[in-house]
């Protein structure tokens, strides 16, 4: 696959379309069954506040493969994506009723760079809070 979108066609600026991620408890099991992640913080509730936690709280790198959607869907393929990091600065606080928590991801392209590459800022917020800091992707577009 290629990248969708043209780096000629990419300005400074430019928004991505903004997307939320609901998450519930239901989700939190199903990442962990795939991920191997069973850290009791991410499905029970007693142990979580054991701990000092609110609640039961996502797991991070699910927090942040969800916001990076936001770019591999403008993309169009998630390959472009040369280079992606984050800070954990917030958990996302998954409460246990019909709702859970919801995460929404918005971002632009900050730099034009070298070989048809791109660095895009994201921003992850969750109940009003930032919950990932400093999240960058370096992207090749087409």
């Known amino acids: 696959m290629t990248a969708k979108i043209a780096y000629d066609d990419v ?3 430019t928004e991505l379309p903004a997307q939320t991620f609901p998450v519930t408890r239901a989700t939190l099991v199903r990442y962990a069954g795939a991920s191997g992640d069973f850290n009791p913080i991410h499905w029970n509730e ?27 869907d403008w993309t169009g393929d998630p390959g472009a994506v040369v280079e992606y990091g984050v800070r954990f600065t917030k958990p996302v606080v998954v409460p246990n009723d019909n709702e859970g928590a919801t995460v929404e991801v918005s ?5 034009k760079l070298d ?13 009003g809070q930032k919950v990932l800091g400093m999240s960058r992707a370096v992207v090749r577009l087409a």
């Open 107 to 111: 971002a632009k392209v900050a730099a």
């Open 11 to 13: 300005e400074l600026g």
């Open 46 to 72: 007693k142990f979580a506040k054991e701990v000092g936690l609110p609640d039961v709280i996502a797991h991070g790198m699910f927090t942040m493969a969800e916001a990076i959607r936001v770019v591999t």
């Open 115 to 127: 070989d048809n590459t791109v660095r895009v800022d994201l921003t992850a917020m969750c109940a």
